[in-house]
Structure formats: C-alpha cells, structure tokens
C-alpha cells in the first residue's frame, strides 16, 4: 500500500480539476484501483505503489500543461490519460507544434495520427486523411497550410468542398459565389480564426491569398505554388476527385480530408474517396493517413457515439449478410 500527498502550486485548483470536478473524476475513472481524494490545494492517493506512481505521473503532466498552454480542456486530459508516457511527453515538444497562431496560442498535433498526419504532409505532396468527426483532420490540414504559407513555401491557400447538402435541402442561397458556399465551408474558416488575426485573414481573402471555391470551380484550373485542401471529399465522386487531383502544378502540396461514414450523396451515386485512396494510394508521393475514435478531441461523449454507431453498423451489416 502506498500514499502520496501532492501539493499543487502555480494554477488554479479549480482551472485543473475542472467545473464540478469533471477533469478530475476523469483521471479517478482511469485509475478506479487508485483512491484519489483532493482538498485544497493538495492531492491524496492511495493505493498499489505501481498504480499511484502512474497516477502522479498523469496528474504532474496535467499541471504542467495547465501552466504552459493557460487552459486544459477535458478532451486533453482524456487524450493525456489515454496514451503512454513517451507520447504524452510529446504534448510538450516543439516537433508537435504545427505554428502558433493567434495570441501565440501553439496549434499542435495532439494525436498520434494528427503526428502522422503531419508526418505525411511533410514528406508526400498530397496526402489523403480519413478519419470519423472530431478527429482533427480538418483542423490539422488547415495549419499545414497556414504553416507552410507563413514559411512561403507556397503562395497561396485554396479551400474547395464539394456542394452537397447533409441530408436536407437548404433551398436557394442569396448573394455572390462566396456567400452561397461560406455556410459550406464554415469548419475551414473557424479554423483560420484560431490561426490568423482577424485583420491579415481578411487581408488575404481580400488579395485571394487565401481563396474559396467549390470543388466544380476547380475544372480547367492548374494550381500551382499553393496549397490545396479538398474538405468532406466523400461527397465527390471519382470523375470530381480525379479532376481536382489532376489540377496540381509542380509546386502545389495537398490534403484531401473526409469521413466515409458520413456520405450525403444521393443513393444512387457513389462515393470517389475509398476507390481513390485503393487506386492511388501505392504512387510514390501520396500518403493515406487513417484516423479513429481515438483522435477525438471534441467533447468526450463524441468518441463514445462514433464507436456507438461502428458497433450498430457492424451488427446491421452482419445481419444482411446472414
């Protein structure tokens, strides 16, 4: 039997355990064999030696992230319990800091896929990443761009997404070409906020720096000196992904981004993105990065719907073939 006593010093108990405890009785969920008691500013485990010095460990790297990043969310605590301690050391090393954005915030692969995702881009120049909602890859994607734009390794930034509606009809959109697709591309605009000043982002959209367009604009065009990223590329067919993949010019880097168990095409059309990835994915050049409910890093209850409907869909699919 073992107890450790820690005393907690430079953040706010209550920035570190969370509202209502919620940080905190994530790490006393991990760790049930662990009793795990707080008051005041101190922390009492008690329990097998193994396990608390586990529990310390996880517990030390959520104070130290609390002091270096200013916040600590829920979903980065699950991530922080959810990996061993080489990786979550990482959460701290500069070479899983993608650039730093606004007010100096440091933009981070915070998975180990988000990592190889990152990997990819560096070494291949298109690189296709699946993975279900809030994995990352969108956001990810995006400060690769705003990166390498920053590092003029390209001139520009071109978002495209394929126009389909998810599941219901929007009807008649007012206003100019940009107007009509912004509701589209809404996730790739929210990220450039976290990245760019208000000020510059408007700047560069103005100077079509940082241009958007839907993916039917795309035909006839080569980009060149850019960096593209095609976002929700399940709703494409294989005509539109290899249309839009032919486009690159010899200096353009790519990250095509989608989600094969959220297609929004009519039932009668299929999707281009699984075949795509099957028939290129051997060329030397292009990566294919696959990511899990383990990337989550939305709220918690995410990662438990994704595995929720596999698990439905699994069952459903069993069936049919009974």
């Known amino acids: 039997m073992s107890e450790i006593v820690l005393t907690i010093d430079g953040v706010d108990p209550i920035d570190l355990y969370g509202e209502n405890n919620v940080k905190l009785n994530l790490l006393k969920d991990a760790y049930p064999e662990v009793n795990i008691t707080s008051r005041g500013n101190q922390l009492r485990l008690a329990g097998e030696k193994k396990q608390t010095q586990k529990v310390k460990s996880k517990f030390e790297l959520m104070v130290r992230l609390l002091k270096e990043n200013k916040e600590l969310s829920p979903q980065v605590v699950i991530q922080l319990l959810n990996v061993?301690?080489?990786?979550?050391?990482?959460?701290?090393?500069?070479?899983?800091?993608?650039?730093?954005?606004?007010?100096?915030?440091?933009?981070?692969a915070r998975t180990r896929n988000q990592k190889r995702m990152v990997e990819a881009s560096d070494k291949n120049d298109i690189v296709f990443a699946v993975g279900p909602a809030g994995t990352g890859k969108t956001y990810t994607a995006v400060a690769l761009a705003v990166r390498a734009l920053k590092n003029r390794i390209v001139k520009k930034i071109i978002l495209t997404r394929p126009a389909v509606e998810a599941g219901e009809?929007?009807?008649?959109?007012?206003?100019?070409?940009?107007?009509?697709?912004?509701?589209?591309?809404?996730?790739?605009?929210?990220?450039?906020?976290?990245?760019?000043?208000?000020?510059?982002?408007?700047?560069?959209?103005?100077?079509?720096?940082?241009?958007?367009?839907?993916?039917?604009?795309?035909?006839?065009?080569?980009?060149?000196?850019?960096?593209?990223?095609?976002?929700?590329?399940?709703?494409?067919?294989?005509?539109?992904l290899k249309m839009f993949l032919t486009r690159l010019g010899p200096s353009a880097k790519c990250i095509v981004t989608g989600d094969l168990s959220q297609i929004d095409l009519p039932r009668n059309v299929?999707?281009?993105?699984?075949?795509?990835?099957?028939?290129?994915?051997?060329?030397?050049?292009?990566?294919?990065?696959?990511l899990d409910k383990d990337d989550v890093?939305?709220?918690?209850l995410v990662r438990e719907i994704i595995h929720a409907y596999d698990q439905a869909y699994r069952r459903v699919e069993v069936d049919e073939e009974e």
């Open 270 to 290: 299929r999707s281009g993105l699984s075949s795509s990835i099957k028939i290129l994915g051997h060329l030397k050049g292009i990566s294919t990065i696959i």
């Open 84 to 108: 061993n301690e080489s990786f979550a050391e990482s959460f701290f090393s500069d070479k899983t800091t993608i650039l730093h954005g606004r007010n100096g915030k440091a933009i981070r």
């Open 297 to 300: 890093v939305r709220h918690r």
């Open 169 to 240: 009809s929007l009807g008649f959109l007012p206003g100019d070409l940009k107007e009509k697709i912004d509701p589209y591309l809404r996730p790739l605009y929210d990220a450039l906020d976290d990245m760019i000043p208000a000020e510059k982002l408007n700047q560069f959209m103005a100077n079509r720096v940082i241009e958007v367009a839907p993916l039917a604009f795309m035909r006839g065009r080569t980009l060149d000196h850019a960096f593209i990223i095609l976002d929700e590329a399940q709703n494409s067919t294989a005509t539109q």
